[in-house]
Structure formats: C-alpha cells, structure tokens
C-alpha cells in the first residue's frame, strides 16, 4: 500500500514525459495532424471527379439535413399540405373496416402478425380466430392498450394483493377501490415492493395518496424506505410542492426540507420577486455553510439589481465612454459572481469601495480569493487593453503564489490571456521569464514588429534572466 | 490496423427478428385503434422510430394521446441496445425502468433460448433479475427444451463503477459521443464537419464501412488510417488516367459507385477528426487527461485537486469542473472536508449560486461526497490491509462495516490490477489489453470485472473486491445446465447495462472478445458519457 506515494523528483519528470502523455500531442509540427490535413487536401481534390448529382444510392438527405423517407423529412413534407392524398384516404378507408378487434389485417409478411404475437417462432404458422380472440394464458406480446371486450370476461372482483399487483404489471385492468382497510392497502403496497417494478410501485402509491389520510400516509411510509422513495420521486416530477414539503416535515428532514423550498427559485422570473423569495430562504435549516452560500446568493441578486438599473440609467444617458465604446450585450442579473465580477473589473474598474459596483467592494463583501480575483480582473483588464492596470497587477505581491517553477499552470494561462489580447512584450521582460518570452516569441508573426522588440530584449545584457 | 473478427468469432443470433416485432408491435398498437389518427410524436422519439418504421411503412394513423399515457416505445438495435425514455439517470428511488428490463431478457430468452449462465452484480441488477425469474415462472414452459442460442448474460449496475462514465472517452465512437452527441446511433454533424453549409444527420453503424474500421480505435491511430484510406482512394481514382473506353466503362459501372460512397464517408470522417481536434487543442485537452490519469493512479493529489481549482476559476465549463471534481471524490473515498468546502465555493461563484441544488444530488448520488473526520484515505487503507492479513471473522467485519458507502477505489483498483505497470511505451498501434481505450493508463472496472468472472465462471477468489464494492449481497451466479448449449453458444455473451453503458465500455469488451474468442452482445438502458451523467445530476440545465 502507499508505494505511489513515494516517487521522486525524478519519476516526477519521467512520469508527465511517458508515453500515455505524448500519444496525445496537439503540436502543429505533428506529423499525424498534417498527414490528417494532406489526406483532406487530396480528398476534397477528388471532388472534381465525383459528381454527386447522379447517385442514387447514397443516402438521400433533404436540405434540411434530414434523411429523405424518414418521419421527419415527410413531416416536413407534408406540412404544407393540410388534405391528405387521395391515396391516404384511400387507405384509410380500408383500415376503417378493422373497427374493432376482431378482425386483424392479413399479414403480408413471414411471420404472421397473430402468431407473431402469440409467441411462436416458427414462420408462417397461423392462428385460427379464436385463438386470437381468447384471453387464455398463451403469451401475448402485444401491448395491452385497446381494451378489447374480450379481455373483461375474466374480470373478477376476486383478485388477491399479489395478483392484483402481477395484472399491474401486465398493464392490464384492474381496480384497487376494493382494497378498503387499511391493512389491505398495506398488503398491496408490500407485494407491489416486493415485484420492483417502479411503475406498479408508484401506481399503487397514486392510489393510496388519494384514499388514505396525509398523517396516515406518512407515518406509514416511514417505515418502507423504497415506498417513501418512490413517493419523493414521483412528487418532485409531478410537482405537488406542498405535498412534498409537508412530507420531509414530517420525516424531520429538515435540509431536504430547506432544500426543496429554495429550489422553487428557479420558477420566478421576476428578479425583485426572485429576491424577495430568496429573503424567505434565509433562515431555513440548512448547513452552516449552506446558510452562508444562501445569503450569498440573496446579496448577490441585491447588488445586480442595484448594478443594473444603474447601469442601464449610465448606458441610456450616453455620457459614459465606457459604456459607449464597450455597449453592454447582456443585463447582469442572475448571473454568477464571478461574471459579475469580470463585469465589474470591466465597467467599474476605478470606482472606489464605497460604491455597490465597485470590483473591491465585491471581494470584501463576498470573500472572493486573491487569487480569483487577480484571474478575473486581469482578463478583464487585458481585453481592455488596458497594459497599466495589468503591470500593476502583476507587481502586486499577491501574483507570487502564480510562480512555480514545474509546470506553471498559473503563469502559462497568464500568457495565454496575454497573447490572445496581443499584450506587450514588456510584461514577460518585467518578470525576467526569458523561457516564456521564447514561447511568446514562437506565436508572433514572423518579421513583425513584435519580433523585433523581442529579439532586442532576448540580445540585451542588462536583463538577468531568470531561466 | 483496425481489428479484424478473428475467423472462430461466434455468429450473432438473427437480430433483425427483433426489429421486425418491433415494427409489427408499433402497426398493431395504432390499428387498436379505430379511425383516423394524427400521430403526435415527442422529439426524442423521431430517432427511435426511424430505426424501426419509416414513413412508408406508417403511413398516416392518428392517435390520441393522453398526458399520463405514455406509450414506451422499446428500439432494437442492431447489438440490442434499448432507448427508453429521456432522463434515464439512475436517479435514486427510481425503479420504474426495471421492469422493462425484465420484460427484455424475458423476450430475449423466449425468442433466443434460456440463458444457461447468469452472473451480476448490483441492487438493480439482482431485482431484474427477481423480477425477470417471476416472468419466466409465470409463464413457465416456452423457453424450455429450446436450444440455447446465448451461452451467458451478465448484469451490471452503473453504480458499481462510475469512475469508468466520469473519464473522458479517447476511442474514435467514444470521442464522437463525447463531442457530438451520438442519440439512437446517429449524429448530426454541424458545416464544419460537412464542409458546406448544411448540417448532416448521418447514421453511425456497421455498413458505414469507414466508421466500422475506426469506431474502436484509440483516436491516434485514426488519423493514420483515415490518411492511408485516401492516399488508396486517389490511387484507384488514378487509374483512369490509363483506361481505353472498354476499361472505363467498366470501371464507371462496377468501381465508381463504391469509391463515391467511400469518399463522401471518408471525407465527413476527416471532418469529424478535425472538429475534434480543434475543440481539443482549445480546452487544453493534454492537461486535462494528465490530471485525470493522474487521479486514477492516486498520484500528485495535490496538484490535481490545484488544477479542477483552477479549472473552475477560470469558468471553462460547468459540466467539466463537475465532473473532474466526481472523478476526485470517488476515486479519493471522499473529497478533505477542507477542499470540498472551498471547491464548492469556488464552483457557486463561477457557475452561480444556484448549483447548491447540484451539489445536494452528488452528495446523495454518492458521486460527490466529504470525508468523515477520521476516514482518511490511510486510515482506511491500512483497515483494508488488516483485513488481507488477517483472516480472523471477527475483525473482518469490524473493518468492513466502516467501509460502507465508501468507494474504495483504490483498493478495487490494486485488487484487480486497473492501473498497469508500464515498462517503456505502452503500444497504442498494438494494444496488448483492455486500458487502450484510456491511453494504456486505466482498464475499465466494469470490464476487468466481467472478464475475471467469465474467466472463472463464478465469483469465487473474488469475495474481497465484491465486498469493497459494497454489492455483497447481489453477485449472484446462477448455472443452470449447459449440455443443450453448442460451445458456439457458450462463446456468446450478453451483457446488460442498468443505468447506462459508454462507447468505451463497448470498445473494451470487444478487445476482450477477440483476444478470448468471445463475442459480446451489448443490452444497456441507454448509451452514456460523462456529460450525460453530469448533466443528470445537475439541478441547473446549463
């Protein structure tokens, strides 16, 4: 046990250069990814000799990207006739005459569609009518939906517990109103557990929800774990809210109680209504940290009410540059904090504490992590362009924890941020990370200005490098 | 390079039979009905119906349908793999696709022969399996004195391993699923596939020929197939150049057509691959399976759990961090109270505060869960260990009893040799065993399970991993005779999914069929990924 634990320094480096790595290599020099791009070339040049137009045996597909013949395509195609074919009718008429039951359409096929049904395997074997009539113990496969006359004449007012949860099953017809006592109903609800089938479980349950008390119920439940599962279940998909609510009350379940309450949110669009509901959430018997999360939550929605209409006041009166060279492309209500934050750094970047959409104000308020923070509101700043605010940040000591000298996660995402913001060269000669200026260098263009700077700096003596 | 079916491989039972009761049910199911009908039909149904009945076959039926009644309409595939209804997440409590199960095996007993082994493991699978005997009880006599076309069906929970459904796939039908959604065996390719401006709904199966030979393979061995493909396809184009009129016609006729097919399949494939890499390359693909290898082996923790840190940070996408976080919690016993509650900050405050509804179902799930003070991964470690010294009763259950609800994969994963000791590079052109379908670095759980057992035809010698796995009271084997079976059939293997089953499952099982002379026949209650499984737990649709 524990013989992982013990690998070195060594075993470090050979472990990330193994083999199980590079058979995942995305570099462009990659000979599999331009061999990949040759074989596209000298596909599509075959283009010019394949001429698709008489083909019949491709599979056919309309332009609406669905295959000619399937139901889709032909819902399509006949959405704009609104009569049906002469045709159709016609063949509608002849399916007419089969009203009922009784009269099956002669199979075309091998295998006849009764015997087919009836379980025999052997093709071509036919049933006599009343065969098909009967509702004797041979094998149906057919789904029991129509309810042919026939199939009452074994209907008995008889059946036990057992049975009747074994017809359930079947799909077939069966009224529970005779199991009247309490003791019947319980015998039912048993034997339906006993069988698993979550459908008969959930249909007697249905039953009794409708013919026993809530006390009674519940108390009874208690007891019957799957029953009582089956019942949440199928409360929160038919959402009978209060019913639920009632439930874990009564079981003591408090969190889920808690729980269940906040999650009816989710159905108020309104965002004052949304915060007031929120309010009505605080206090319940969550977790310590949930109760926390949860008034962060309400805060949250608080602080983005108050943003946005201030912001959308600021946007509309048109003396704001920011708000006139960035227009804002969505309203900042209900998104998560982190959003708001980027938004934040982005439009109210210089505001001081004091204010509601000012970016310290959030950390303080919400406890944001330095190192969060310094992530946000440096993609914010950089697709800003805004050089100043990101050397600051870089110098703050905070951005220490981002230097590692194995597999700098941290400070290569920093790059990253930078060269798709087409940053400066500077900010990579101010940390002295001469190896990370080489890998910015390799992602310029070739003979360009940027070029130029950095093979200045690279050739410069008065920089000690780092690395 | 793509695996050929060894020349011994058993043939498969005629299947087209189910597809063609299924379409027979569906015709007489709306002729129960009299008069003229409108047939409203739920979107995700357009997809399963197609593979049964196409409109020439349905025609015009109207049918009414009620709010409460619905209508489950089962789909055979071509290796038996069902589509029941949407959301078909193993969410807690619900049992109601259970039945169908049973009534499936039932069919497939009934048109196939009894089954004269059966094996599984799992609370669903053992009361399918109940549920399945009562059936067959019930209505005793038809499958018996019938020849055994299936030699063995094995029953498999999700739950027993959802470590293998959390990783990310990395065999080409795997990578498909996982980028493009792959719903009923088909997928819509968008115009960056197609490479023109209409998407494209193609068909992924077996007659795609191109598809069939890479489905399997580790996505760095596609790229040199499919460039070998059109280097030979432009050399049979090439061959025109010196054809005399007769030649031609007679390529025109016989050549032409199969090369068209052949190069429109090629083409939307290379398109696939590029679209994939693409989408790689810019979620730093390499790093992410780094991390994730590394969780599966239980080293570098510490930087693992710094990068789903980061990762969330940085709001790359909801479903991921949540599933690198799953794939944390199961694999460690338990995320250090410390990390869950300053992950689960993290993730509130990148992905909204709402997501603590999220975090309530993973907990529940036992996908995302806090170690108990004091259930370090040591301390239950060297309970484990106590426990494979010494073999005193008592002390056995005392261990054992702290081990409940806990995943223990660790000592699974030691137990069953998953992670494999490399020596040099692990051949991905060659691959020696089942972990080829994670990079070499990992065998699936659930197949390294079914292959011991098949091996020793019981769960015997395996008493401990069915304990750490917490299923001890549901392995069941049950042997019935086997002389009326062929040695044919007994190669045959049905394996059964309660929960959902991933294309590198499927992949895997293969692998383990054609080194053994097996075939496997796959039953599931529906294709998952990771990002099906997250987003089923998620209370938030993203």
Known sequence: ?467 | MAFPHRPDAPELPDFSMLKRLARDQLIYLLEQLPGKKDLFIEADLMSPLDRIANVSILKIVLLGQTPHQEYAIHCHFMHVRWCLRKRESMEEGDQRWINTVAQALHLLSTLYGPFPNCYGIGRCAKMAYELWRNLEEEEDGETKGRRPEIGHIFLLDRDVDFVTALCSQVVYEGLVDDTFRIKCGSVDFGPEVTSCDKSLKVLLNAEDKVFNEIRNEHFSNVFGFLSQKARNLQAQYDRRRGMDIKQMKNFVSQELKGLKQEHRLLSLHIGACESIMKKKTKQDFQELIKTEHALLEGFNIRESTSYIEEHIDRQVSPIESLRLMCLLSITENGLIPKDYRSLKTQYLQSYGPEHLLTFSNLRRAGLLTEQAPGDTLTAVESKVSKLVTDKAAGKITDAFSSLAKRSNFRAISKKLNLIPRVDGEYDLKVPRDMAYVFSGAYVPLSCRIIEQVLERRSWQGLDEVVRLLNCSDFAFTDMTKEDKASSESLRLILVVFLGGCTFSEISALRFLGREKGYRFIFLTTAVTNSARLMEAMSEVKA
């Open chain 1, 1 to 467: 046990m524990g013989l992982r634990m013990n690998r070195t320094k060594g075993d470090e480096e050979e472990y990330w250069n193994s083999s199980k790595f590079k058979a995942f290599t995305f570099d462009d020099e990659d000979d599999e990814l331009s061999q990949l791009k040759e074989s596209k070339r000298a596909v599509n040049s075959l283009r010019d000799f394949v001429d698709d137009d008489d083909d019949d045996d491709l599979e056919r597909v309309s332009w609406s990207g669905e295959p000619v013949g399937s139901i889709s395509w032909s819902i399509k195609e006949t959405a704009g006739n609104s009569g049906s074919s002469h045709e159709g009718r016609e063949q509608l008429k002849s399916r007419n005459s089969f009203s009922s039951y009784a009269q099956l359409p002669k199979p075309t096929s091998t295998y006849s569609l009764s015997s087919f049904f009836r379980g025999r395997t052997r093709p071509g074997s036919f049933q006599s009518l009343s065969d098909a009539l009967s509702d004797t113990p041979a094998k149906s496969y057919a789904p029991e939906l129509g309810r042919p006359k026939g199939e009452y004449r074994d209907y008995s007012n008889d059946w036990s517990p057992s049975d009747t949860v074994r017809r359930l099953r079947k799909g077939k017809v069966c009224s529970l109103e005779r199991f009247r006592s309490l003791q019947d109903k319980l015998q039912l609800l048993e034997e339906a557990v006993s069988m698993h089938d979550g459908n008969v479980i959930t249909a007697v349950l249905i039953f009794l929800k409708r013919t026993l008390s809530k006390e009674i119920l519940f108390r009874e439940l208690e007891v019957r774990q799957v029953a009582l599962r089956h019942l949440i279940h199928f409360l929160k998909e038919i959402g009978d809210q209060k019913l639920l609510l009632d439930l874990f009350r009564f079981l003591d379940r408090t969190e889920e109680l808690a729980l269940s309450h906040y999650r009816e949110h989710l159905n108020i669009q309104d965002p004052d209504k949304r915060k007031e509901f929120l309010k009505t959430c605080i206090g319940l018997p969550f977790s310590a940290e949930d109760s926390a999360h949860i008034q962060d939550h309400y805060t949250l929605l608080e602080r983005q009410i108050i943003i946005e209409a201030n912001d959308r006041h600021l946007e509309s009166a048109g003396q704001t540059e920011i708000f006139r060279k960035h227009p804002r492309k969505a309203s900042i209500l209900n998104m998560p904090l982190v959003t708001t934050l980027f938004y934040s750094c982005f439009y109210h970047y210089t505001e001081a504490e004091g204010t509601f959409s000012s970016p310290v104000n959030l950390k303080k308020t919400f406890k944001i992590p330095d190192k969060q923070y310094v992530l946000t509101a440096l993609a914010a700043r950089a697709k800003l362009r805004a050089w100043n605010d990101v050397d600051a940040l870089f110098t703050t000591k905070n951005w220490l924890g981002y230097t590692k000298k194995r597999a700098p996660i941290g400070f290569h995402r920093v790059v990253e941020i930078l060269h798709k913001n087409n940053a400066p060269v500077q900010t990579c000669r101010d940390l002295k990370d001469r190896q990370q200026l080489l890998a910015y260098r390799s992602k310029v263009d070739k003979g360009s200005a940027e070029e130029e700077k950095i093979d200045a700096l690279l050739s410069s003596s008065q920089i000690r490098w780092k690395n």
